[in-house]
Each structure stands twice: as structure tokens, then as C-alpha cells.
């Protein structure tokens, strides 16, 4: 059981993973041997996701080569030769306090009984000769059930990872995404029966997946069964015999059943001579066959001479040249020898690039995450990642290039040879934005030396953030005792730890057209390149349109859930990052929201945007209008001298509905549950009896309610429903917090609340009249003349709280997210969507956009957002808050019921109802032109109407 810290630190990476997997991770124990630069990157992204229990092997002791490879390790610990394992744990283990650290430094050779690996359920080894490696691996898969296995390496510019986690590993879910829901428009009686979806809305299935159906009118017998399909087109699908089936009439949901997926893998022993990888660059499809035999050659040589080839030694290029081409001759497909990628694999081995280790050390993480959850397609088997551009420009190099000079970048200088170095601590570099990727890129500076130049050189990171508690297991500078602490001072003062030579300028700005007097031009030229860590599309265009002018490299990355992406942007050499868009998100029409939502992202939409409405946008309404008017003797002037006053009708709805206790939060909250799941529900499915019967002759012969559309139905409270008590708690929680009244734990029970619902008198349901509304709304400044003059003065300049999710309570979090869960539960409920019990989750879920650490070691995240105690809400989408003009009022109701009688044909009925329920909509979105309309009407003359 997850604590409530737990929660808030986990709350992002649940929602991708899912209960079960989280669960499963919880109970996880995992062996990670090797504590260089790689082993240090996986244990940390380890940590920060949450496993119940990691033990960290090492033999080898802290070298001065270490300071520039492991982010945790200090000159102390060099001078004090302490082991490597022994002097991170620590540092490690404060990452999380909920996982169990433990440090060991066992020899692990030919001799050592194993049998102690059998508490864990992942096996990881870094830096272990490949003997041993085959060995572990061996005893691993010979354990019931089977320990999975993982190896990584990284030697200078060359890496590989490789995957084993028995014969027979069960994913549960080979995606993560979401189950598709395709609403149906027919369906064949044929052998196969073949699927059409609903016009311009494709199925996105593959073949050989599954879906079951639901809510299908005359075809039942497909209601509740399983069938796997077959893609025809990307609006059709084919499915088994539907010949014996009735005919299908109307309506149906095709689900995506999520089956489980066996994998099955190889022994190390094996897959060294047959290996299946994954290409990570199709430019270069035979290099993961080449690098294979290059490193196999490089375990060989190891194994022989107890060593890694010397740096820029022609004697032992050429050594490991003939192993390479002797191990290629026994591999199955027998790749050629690439004497580039041996010649810099034997010249570079020694040496360590940091990025190469946390790209690597991140996949590597992501696998053990998937090995002890089953969750998402694991990597079958071997992943060789390289970086082989950093030498290319190196025709002739020169071996003191590369030799070592007794100083931290040592293992760099191996790689990139000293003039590289030396430009790197040269660079001017400004970071914008501080959070995981932010993290991440101060981590790899410190390392590389970038900004330490002794005449050059400066990083400046820039971020207006504090720190919240749910940042705590993605940014891994930062620690419990940070919160709300500035992030860039935060993660400044955390880098200086690991390299304490960085020069940083770090700054609380924002880097926008109001900061241009601190970043302006001059600034810009003066940075060497420019690196975006940013939440969201807005700031990323703008800072690439300053790039633009000033003609300055940019570096742009972004991370959603498991998926990322990097973007490179050169002057002259690539396109900017204005330059293209992102396709459109598909948005939802008001009307589809406020009348027929079908789909279950409809109901969590409608939620929110209720939410917004009710909790930010009118309290911001509220106080936006006292601020253009300081004070009520103001306002009533101007309505004295016939002044219009922007955002008085929602002023006087506030003051006139205004709770003042307790009480009157809880009576609020109850006329707005009657209002949003009875009254509303009543002009959509027909407030008048006779309206209604005609909607039920239309609903058997023209399927006005036909799918994706639902009939609502209206709900009556009940204090005793979970989800009826869930809304009214939570409801009258926001709107004390809103007004500042106060509550104690009586007041929540249900005894205090039973008492305060049984004096609130709940009205009838009455069709609104649009004249009376309109005379109603001439009376606006009145009704606010008499507000003020009734209420006193001072107590009108106390504001309403606008901001309650800037609080970054706990509370606040709750209130916000049952409100909505709620919300959603009843619109759900009003039109008969199937109901489950992971509603709280999905609506979490689907409400929010969301990373975990793994991704954001490769690439940096983009999120529009605001934040809600650390949970990032996407912004809602900004609808048409007059609502579409479609009415159904008891004015044109009683009107078409005085234009129906039998006499006139069924043809002509159905007619006009199309045109008093299409007819605005369609013009009011441009499908229907006046010329159409006035067709429509000389067609309805034509039937006897007026």
C-alpha cells in the first residue's frame, strides 16, 4: 500500500504503467552489479521509479578517471580509495527513501555460488567480462521461474545492451495505449462479416488484434463476444462468420481487447552467434552486425590480455582487427569486417562518453522495468548504440590527441580527443527550463566540463519554478528538503557538487517578450548554443523565432509518457522549429459536448470544462472585474450614468449566489448537481410528453438516437450513493475553498450534511423562456445596483480565491480530482455508458499528460500545462461558453406540437425536426448553406406546415 507521499511522487508514472504493473514494481528486487558511470545511471532511474529493493555490486575501487564518469562520486572518495558501491549508496539511496538500497562487494569469478541471485527477479551486469557474464546467465535461466537477465556496456563511443528474460515471458500489454473504441455504421451478413466504422473515423487496428462488441441493434449475438480481425481498409474490418446472425439494424462499439503476448528469447550463449537486435539507425542497417563482431573481438582480447586495448596503439588495432574478422567467419550471417568501427573501438575502449551512458543506461532501465512488470515489448535481444560521428572529422589522429592528462575528463579525452574537450569547457550555453530534462542536461555539462573554461565558458539556466513534492522522482538534483526551493539555484548548487569547476549564472526569469531587456540580442550572440527544456509549444516557438534572428544553434527535445523525441536546429543547415506543425488535435464539437457526448473522453472533456468554469474562470471573471473597478462607489456611478460594465452579468450571478457558511456551500453544491444531471437532461431528450413521443416515432424510423448518440436520462440524488456523496462532498470542499469559509471534519460527516440538504428546497424543472431570459438580462445592471447598495462596501473588496490549485495542497488535489471523477461518473451515467470501476484512474489519466524518468534521459518533454500540486492538467480547451443555439425551449416545443398532427406524413415530420435540431447547428458551423435552409423550408410547405 502506496503511502500518501508515495502517491504524489508516483502519481505520473501510475498512470502509464498502470495498477498492476506498479504493483508488480513494488514488490521487485533487483541485483545490479558495476558502479562506473552506466551501472550509476541505471541504479539512479531505478531508484527515482520506485522498485521495492536494489542491491549494487562493485569490486573495484574510486579512481580520479571516475570523477568525470560518476555523477555521485567526489575527490574524497578518491583519496580515501573507497569502493565504488560503498561511496554512492548513499547518494543513491536519498533519491527515494522508499526503496530499500544495499550496497555489496562480493567477488563474483568462476567459483562463486550464485545461489544468492534467487531473491531477485532482474539481474543486471555492467562491466563483467563476457565469461562471466554467460555464466550468470546460464544460472538465471535455469531458475523456475527464470531471473531475467540484462548486460550493458559502454566502451568510449561504442555500446550495446543485450536482453534475456527466458523462454517463455508474458507481456500484458505490449503498448500501453489506451483500448480503441470504434463506433460502427454497419455490419455485413457474410462469410467473414465485414465492419464499417462511422464516416471519417478510422479503426487504427492491425490485423491479428481482437475486439469485442457491444450495443449493436439487431446483430446481438455479436454483443459480449471476442473476435480477432482482419484489416480491409482503414474504415472496415473483417471479422468471422456472420451468416447465422440477424441483420444488423443500427448502433455498436467495437472495443480492442488487450490480449497477452509470449515472447520468447535465447541464451547469451546462443544469441552470440545468431543475434536478432534492434537497428537503431536505418542509415546504417549493417552496423549492429558489425559492431557485434567488433565488440565479441573486444571481449576476446579482454579475456587474452586482462586489459582494453591501449589508446591510439597500432599493435593492438590491428590485434583486435584479426579477432574481429576470426569471430566473424563462426557468426551465422558472416558480416564483413568494418576496419572503422574496429580501429576506433580498439583506439576509444578505454575512455567513456557520458551521454552515450545515460541514453543507454535509460533504455537499459526502461527493460528492467518492463522485465519485472510485463508491461510494454520488451527488446529482443541486442541494442548497439554508437557515436561514431564524433571521430569522422578526425582523418589522421594524433595519439596524444587522446592520451590521458591526469584530470577529471581523462575517460573524454579517450573519446573526443583534448581539442574537443577543450572547446566543450569553452561553450556558452543557456538552458531554459530546469525540470527532468533540464536535470539531466546540467548533469551531462558537469561531466563533459562544458562552461569551465578558465577564460571562456558559461552555462546560464534559466527557470521560474519552485520545486514541488511530485517532482522528486524525475528530477533527480533535487531532494525532499528542496521543496519550494527555486529549481535553477536548486540544481545549480547540485552541479557544482559534481563538477565544482562549472561556472553557472543561474536565473528565476521567464524567457518570454517581457524578459528581452535581460535576454535580448546581445545576449544571444553571446551564447554558443541554446538548449530548450520546456513544458510546453508556446515558449519552445518563441525561443526558436529569437534563435532565428540571432542565427544561434538550437536544441529542442520532448517526452510523453515512454515515447520522446530530440530535434537539432543548425541556421542555414535545417529547418527552424517554427517552421512546421504539429498536426491538429482532434478537438471536440461544443455541440457533441453539451448534447451527445459518445465517447467516454467526451464525458472527462465535459467534466473538466465545468470544472474550469466553475473553480477558475468565473472566480477569475469575479476578481478581474473589481480590479478594472477598485470600488463598488465606482461601480455604482457608472451604472448611474448608463455605463456598460464588461462581466457584469457573471458578477451578479456570484454576489447574488455568494455562500457565506458552510452551509451554503453545501446548498450550493446540491443545486448544482440538479441543475447539471436533471434539469439539463430534460431539453435533450425532450421536455415535453408530446415532443418526446415524437422523438420516439423518430427514434424507430429515422434513428435520430442512433450511434454514437445517447438518450440522456435525468438522475435523482441520493446521499447514500457513493458517487452522489463523492460530488456533494467534494463540490462544497471547492466552493469553501473559493470563498474562504472554513469547515471542520464534523461538517464533512454525513449526519452534519443529511441536516443542511433537508432545508434546501429543490424546484421543479421548467423550460427556460428565451423573452423572459432577455428580459432578464436588461435587468443586469439593476439587479447589480441593488447588490451594492444592499450589501456592505468593504466586505464586496474581499476577492474570491481564483488560484486554489496554485496552493499545491494535497487537499486541493483531492477536492480537484473526485469533483471530476464525479463529474464524469454522472454525465456517464445520465446517457448509459458501461461502467467499470477503473473510472478514477482513466479519468486521471486521460485528463492528464504525463512522462516517466526513463524517456526524459533521452529526450526532454512537452506539456501544456498548469500545475495541480505537481499533477500536470492539460489546459482545457476553450469552448463556446454561450452554448450552441440549438433550443428546445417550451416556447418551440409547444409550437412544433402545434404543427404535428396525424394528417401530416411521416416524411414531412421528420423533416421538420431535422430542421429545428440540425438546422442552426449545421449553419452555425458552415455545412449548411441559407440557400439549404430556405430549400428546407419550401419542402416543409410542401407537407402542410406553415
Given at each position: 500500500i502506496l503511502s500518501t507521499v508515495q502517491v504524489i511522487r508516483k502519481n505520473r508514472q501510475r498512470y502509464v504503467l498502470g495498477d498492476t504493473a506498479m504493483q508488480k514494481m513494488a514488490k521487485s528486487h533487483v541485483f545490479l552489479s558495476g558502479m562506473g558511470g552506466l551501472g550509476l545511471e541505471i541504479a539512479k532511474n531505478l531508484v527515482l521509479a520506485g522498485i521495492k529493493a536494489l542491491t549494487i555490486h562493485d569490486t573495484e575501487k574510486c579512481q580520479a578517471w571516475d570523477l568525470g564518469t560518476n555523477f555521485f562520486l567526489c575527490e574524497d572518495d578518491v583519496v580515501n580509495i573507497r569502493n565504488r558501491a560503498e561511496a554512492v549508496l548513499q547518494h543513491i539511496a536519498e533519491l527515494n527513501p522508499y526503496v530499500h538500497v544495499t550496497s555489496s562487494s562480493i567477488p563474483l569469478n568462476e567459483t562463486t555460488d550464485l545461489s544468492f541471485l534467487n531473491k531477485y527477479q532482474c539481474v543486471v551486469l555492467t562491466e563483467m567480462k563476457l565469461s562471466l557474464q554467460k555464466m550468470i546467465n546460464d544460472f538465471c535461466r535455469s531458475q523456475c521461474p527464470p531471473i531475467k537477465f540484462i548486460s550493458a556496456d559502454v566502451h568510449g563511443i561504442w555500446s550495446r545492451l543485450f536482453c534475456d528474460f527466458g523462454d517463455e515471458f508474458e507481456v500484458l500489454d505490449t503498448t500501453g495505449e489506451e483500448p480503441k473504441e470504434i463506433f460502427i455504421s454497419n455490419i455485413t451478413q457474410a462469410n467473414p462479416g465485414i465492419v464499417t466504422c462511422l464516416e471519417n473515423h478510422p479503426h487504427k487496428l492491425e490485423t491479428g488484434q481482437f475486439v469485442t462488441f457491444r450495443e449493436i441493434n439487431g446483430m446481438t449475438g455479436l454483443n459480449g463476444s471476442t473476435q480477432q480481425i482482419t484489416v480491409v481498409s482503414p474504415f472496415s474490418f473483417s471479422i468471422g462468420d456472420t451468416t447465422e446472425l440477424e441483420p444488423y439494424l443500427h448502433g455498436g462499439i467495437a472495443i480492442q481487447v488487450k490480449t497477452t503476448k509470449t515472447f520468447s528469447f535465447e541464451s547469451l550463449e546462443m544469441q552470440l552467434k545468431h543475434p536478432k537486435y534492434l537497428i537503431a539507425d536505418f542509415s546504417k542497417p549493417e552496423a549492429p552486425l558489425e559492431i557485434h563482431s567488433a565488440m565479441l573481438a573486444l571481449d576476446q582480447f579482454q579475456e587474452t590480455y586482462s586489459r582494453k586495448p591501449n589508446i591510439g596503439c597500432q599493435q593492438d588495432s590491428e590485434e583486435l582487427l584479426k579477432l574481429a574478422a576470426s569471430i566473424s567467419e563462426t557468426l551465422e550471417e558472416k558480416p564483413e569486417v568494418n576496419y572503422d568501427i574496429v580501429h576506433w573501438l580498439s583506439w576509444t575502449a578505454q575512455g567513456f562518453l557520458p551521454p552515450l551512458a545515460a541514453a543507454v543506461g535509460g533504455v537499459a532501465s526502461q527493460e528492467v522495468l518492463k522485465a519485472v512488470t510485463g508491461k510494454f515489448s520488451p527488446l529482443c535481444q541486442w541494442l548497439y548504440i554508437e557515436a561514431a560521428d564524433l571521430v569522422e572529422s578526425f582523418s589522421k589522429p594524433e595519439r596524444e590527441e587522446f592520451l590521458p592528462r591526469g584530470d577529471r575528463y581523462d575517460a573524454l579525452r579517450a573519446c573526443i580527443g583534448d581539442t574537443l574537450c577543450q572547446k566543450l569547457q569553452n561553450l556558452n550555453i543557456f538552458l531554459v527550463g530546469c525540470g527532468a530534462i533540464g536535470c539531466e542536461m546540467l548533469k551531462n555539462f558537469a561531466l563533459l566540463g562544458v562552461g569551465t573554461g578558465k577564460e571562456k565558458g558559461m552555462v546560464t539556466v534559466t527557470d521560474p519554478d519552485l520545486i514541488e513534492k511530485s517532482n522528486l522522482n524525475r528530477q533527480f538534483l533535487f531532494r525532499p528538503h528542496h521543496i519550494q526551493k527555486p529549481k535553477s539555484y536548486t540544481a545549480a548548487d547540485a552541479t557544482l557538487k559534481i563538477n565544482p569547476q562549472l561556472k553557472i549564472d543561474a536565473h528565476l526569469n521567464k524567457v518570454c517578450s517581457a524578459t528581452e531587456a535581460i535576454y535580448s540580442d546581445e545576449f544571444y550572440t553571446k551564447q554558443d548554443i541554446i538548449i530548450t527544456a520546456l513544458d510546453n509549444v508556446e515558449a519552445r516557438r518563441y525561443v526558436d523565432s529569437r534563435c532565428l534572428a540571432n542565427l544561434r544553434p538550437l536544441l529542442d527535445s520532448g517526452t510523453m509518457g515512454t515515447k520522446g523525441h530530440t530535434e537539432v536546429i543548425v541556421p542555414h543547415l535545417t529547418e527552424s522549429y517554427n517552421s512546421h506543425r504539429d498536426p491538429p488535435e482532434e478537438e471536440i464539437p461544443f455541440c457533441t459536448l453539451k448534447s451527445f457526448p459518445a465517447a467516454i473522453e467526451h464525458t472527462i472533456q465535459w467534466a473538466r470544462d465545468k470544472f474550469e468554469s466553475s473553480f477558475s474562470y468565473k472566480p477569475s471573471l469575479f476578481n478581474k472585474f473589481w480590479q478594472t473597478y477598485p470600488s463598488a462607489e465606482e461601480v455604482l456611478q457608472k451604472i448611474q450614468t448608463g455605463h456598460s460594465l464588461e462581466g457584469c452579468f457573471q458578477v451578479i450571478k456570484l454576489l447574488s449566489r455568494r455562500p457565506r457558511n458552510w452551509s451554503q456551500c453545501?446548498?450550493?453544491?446540491?443545486?448544482?448537481?440538479?441543475?447539471?444531471?436533471?434539469?439539463?437532461?430534460?431539453?435533450?431528450?425532450?421536455?415535453?410528453?408530446?415532443?418526446?413521443?415524437?422523438?420516439?416515432?423518430?427514434?424507430?424510423?429515422?434513428?435520430?438516437?442512433?450511434?454514437?448518440?445517447?438518450?440522456?436520462?435525468?438522475?435523482?440524488?441520493?446521499?447514500?450513493?457513493?458517487?452522489?456523496?463523492?460530488?456533494?462532498?467534494?463540490?462544497?470542499?471547492?466552493?469553501?475553498?473559493?470563498?474562504?469559509?472554513?469547515?471542520t471534519e464534523e461538517d464533512l460527516s454525513a449526519d452534519t450534511l443529511l441536516n443542511i440538504l433537508s432545508e434546501v428546497k429543490i424546484q421543479e424543472f421548467k423550460p427556460s423562456d428565451k423573452q423572459e431570459n432577455e428580459r432578464k438580462a436588461l435587468k443586469d445592471f439593476e439587479v447589480l445596483y441593488v447588490l451594492l447598495c444592499n450589501k456592505p462596501i468593504e466586505h464586496l473588496k474581499h476577492r474570491v480565491q481564483s488560484d486554489i490549485f496554485k496552493r499545491r495542497t494535497l487537499a486541493v488535489v483531492e477536492f480537484c480530482v473526485y469533483f471530476a471523477v464525479a463529474l464524469t461518473g454522472f454525465i456517464r451515467n445520465c446517457f448509459e455508458y458501461e461502467r467499470g470501476k477503473k473510472r478514477l484512474l482513466r479519468v486521471k489519466k486521460v485528463g492528464l499528460k504525463l512522462n516517466i524518468q526513463k524517456s526524459e534521459i533521452m529526450a526532454p518533454g512537452p506539456i501544456t500545462s498548469w500545475q495541480v500540486d505537481g499533477e500536470t492538467m492539460e489546459t482545457v480547451t476553450d469552448f463556446i461558453l454561450g452554448g450552441s443555439k440549438i433550443t428546445a425551449d417550451g416556447r418551440s416545443n409547444q409550437s412544433i406540437l402545434k404543427e404535428i398532427s396525424p394528417k401530416y406524413s411521416l416524411e414531412g415530420l421528420m423533416l421538420r425536426l431535422k430542421l429545428q435540431y440540425f438546422g442552426h447547428l449545421m449553419q452555425e458551423e458552415k455545412g449548411t448553406t441559407e440557400d439549404e435552409m430556405v430549400g428546407w423550408h419550401h419542402e416543409l410547405d410542401g407537407h402542410g406546415f406553415k
Open positions: 453545501v446548498e450550493l453544491a446540491r443545486l448544482k448537481f440538479e441543475k447539471y444531471f436533471n434539469h439539463k437532461t430534460f431539453p435533450a431528450q425532450g421536455s415535453n410528453p408530446g415532443l418526446l413521443h415524437c422523438r420516439q416515432i423518430l427514434y424507430h424510423l429515422s434513428l435520430f438516437w442512433q450511434s454514437p448518440k445517447r438518450p440522456p436520462s435525468p438522475l435523482k440524488f441520493d446521499l447514500n450513493e457513493p458517487l452522489h456523496f463523492s460530488f456533494l462532498l467534494n463540490a462544497a470542499k471547492l466552493y469553501a475553498a473559493i470563498y474562504c469559509i472554513p469547515f
